[in-house]
Each structure stands twice: as structure tokens, then as C-alpha cells.
């Protein structure tokens, strides 16, 4: 057989695939008949409403010298670790603005952080294809830096997001730009299960994000630059639960809704979708116009105590508050004062909800609270 017949042969099959998904994509759309929003307007509900005061930034944490990429709450919600591209970790008392740890990192392209449940270790990871594990009560060597308490290796690409089982400090999961997930036993600094990679329901490009149920630590949802979210147990790693569709872009962040049954995507196509891990179903789009052409992406989101409000940061510096239930942004932190002056690459809610934390790479980290007589949402 010829190139030529060859080339013809790649771009016929290559036609049909791409027809085949646009069917898959449109008998879709025809099975949601409706949404979360359509449902709620038949009902007679209404918007949240929110005011410019009803969400303050009380806090600047300032200290790093250069972008800020992410940050974690710890559990008992008066700290917070940020990592950022001057390759320092620093965890901060939110309460005082005090740094409390400053860490030199061996590798400074770091790219996520998160907080052990017990609040006694951070994890971070990057470009250098590790997750390294440092211990806030260990002390500090000769030259004033925190050493290295476990090394994760194995993955065979940048570690984008890293993110501890509830309620233990003994295993966290990992994802790669090698296109897997991998849960650790963090004692043993071993692989316990690699999810994705030679297996054919694993994602087909680098997963940018991870989130654990913190109703079934069992499972955890991946998103990927090959436009899906992907369902996970951590019992069968060989193959994906379920698989997600209907964004156009990468999957840059996914969060858990708080029952466990749903999860939120946020994506380089300027969306936000609302899934259900039970029937596979998009419940919601989450969508703002924009009157240029260039949509801003999607970068994180979290959801509050309730699931009502949605936080999504983006890369134009806006910082929308979306009614979950309407489908309507209530509030956008972007436009307020004291908002950030660069593209929001994280953001975080407190355990107990009544405090957001925001990340930008203006360098600073910006502590918002609920003000006035709004209660905790």
C-alpha cells in the first residue's frame, strides 16, 4: 500500500471519528431535555442576592515574589499554604497575615500544594515529576531550610495537582502531565495504584486536576487536556468508572459538589459544567458572555458549604459568584475593590465555609469574608 492510499486511509478514519462524536455530542444535547436552572425557574425560585459588601477581602497575604499557582486551607481553617513561582512554599495564619513557614523548594517550577488532614505536612509537586512531602515540626537544617521528608517519584511528567485522602495523612493522590493519576502510601513513598496510562478508559492527554469525595474517599474525579472528566475508584484502577463530556477545551480544574454525588469542571472553553457521577448527565452549564473574542479560561472553582454559590476564578482577573440552582453570577469579585490585578489561578473556601481565599500572579493571596448579615451560604 502507498503513502498516498495510506494518507487517504487516515483521513477518511479520521472523518468518521470525528462524525461519530458530533452524533455522540448532539444525541446528547437531545436526552437533556432540560436543566438545573430551567427546573429551578419552573419552580418559582430566585436568585441569591448579593452585594458588593456582602463578600470583603479583610486579608492581603503578601510575601511571595513571584505568580502565585496554588493553595490549600487546612482543615481546621486558620491556615493556609500557597505555592508559587519563586519556588517557595509559605503557610500563613489566616487570622494574622503572619507567615509561619517559609520553604525553599528543591525544585522552584512548583505547580500545586495541599495540607495533610492533621495540618502537620504539606505536599507539593511540579516540573520536576515528584511530590515532595515536607513535615512543619521537623526541624530546620543548618542553612534555615525545611528538608525533605518523603520524595513521591514515578511519575513520568510534570505533577499538576496533589490532593490528600480525608482524614489521612498516610495517602494522597496525584496527577500528571505523563496522562495518570497515582494514589501513594505516603510511609512507604510507593505506588500504591497508577490509574490511566496503558489502560484504555484512562485519559488520552495530561490530567490537570484532581478532587476526592469527602463523602466516599474511595472515589475521585480527574480532568484533562483531552477534554474529559474522568470517575475513579480507587479499588479498580484499571479502568475509569465513567467518562464525561461536552467541554471543547482542557479541563483545568474539577471540584466535588458537597453531597459527593455531583462534581463541578472548569475549562479552557470559558465554562463551567455541573455533572452527576450517577447517571453520567451534564446538569448544568455555567456560562458568562463576553463581548470580545477572547473568552477568559476557566482556572479553578469551589463550591460553598451548601453547593448554593459556585467560586470560579478566571485568567482576565474576574472572580465570579454563580448561583448554582440559576445558573446566574451573583457577584464578581473582579470588579470590586481590593480585587486581584492578574489572572486568578486558585482559589479555596475555608472548612467552615465563612472565608474564600484567592491567588493570582500578581503574587498576592487575598482572604475574602462574609460580611454585613450575610450568613454562610
Known sequence: MSVAELKERHMAATQTVNDLREKLKQKRLQLLDTDVAGYARSQGKTPVTFGPTDLVCCRILQGHTGKVY?????????????????????????????KTHAIKLPCAWVMTCAFSPSGQSVACGGLDSACSIFNLNSPIDKDGNHPVSRMLSGHKGYVSSCQYV??????????????????????????????????????????LSVSISSSSPRLFVSGSCDTTARLWDTRVASRAQRTFHGHEGD?????????????????????????????????????????????????????????????????????YVWDTLLAKVVLNLGAVQNSHEGRISCLGLSADGSALCTGSWDTNLKIWAFGGHRSVI
Not at 493553595?71 to 494574622?96: C, F, H, M, Y
Not at 496527577?175 to 485519559?203: A, K, N, P, Y
Not at 475549562?267 to 452549564?285: N, P
Request: hydrophobic share 30%; charged share 20%.
Open 166 to 207: 480525608p482524614d489521612e495523612d498516610t495517602h494522597l493522590i496525584t496527577s500528571s502531565g505523563d496522562q495518570t493519576c497515582v494514589l501513594w502510601d505516603i510511609t512507604t513513598g510507593l505506588r500504591t495504584s497508577v490509574f490511566g496510562g496503558e489502560f484504555q478508559s484512562g485519559h488520552t492527554a495530561d490530567v
Open 70 to 98: 496554588s493553595l490549600d486551607w487546612t482543615p481546621e481553617k486558620n491556615r493556609i499554604v500557597s505555592a508559587s513561582q519563586d519556588g517557595r512554599l509559605i503557610v500563613w495564619n489566616a487570622l494574622t497575615s503572619q
Open 251 to 319: 479541563v483545568n480544574t474539577v471540584k466535588f459538589f458537597p453531597d459527593g454525588n455531583r462534581f463541578g469542571t472548569g475549562s479552557d472553553d470559558g465554562t463551567c459544567r455541573l455533572f452527576d457521577i450517577r447517571t453520567g448527565h451534564q446538569l448544568q452549564v455555567y456560562y458568562q458572555p463576553h463581548g470580545d473574542s477572547d473568552i477568559p479560561h476557566v482556572t479553578s472553582m469551589a463550591f460553598s458549604i451548601s453547593g448554593r454559590l459556585l467560586f470560579v476564578g478566571y485568567s482576565n482577573a474576574d472572580c
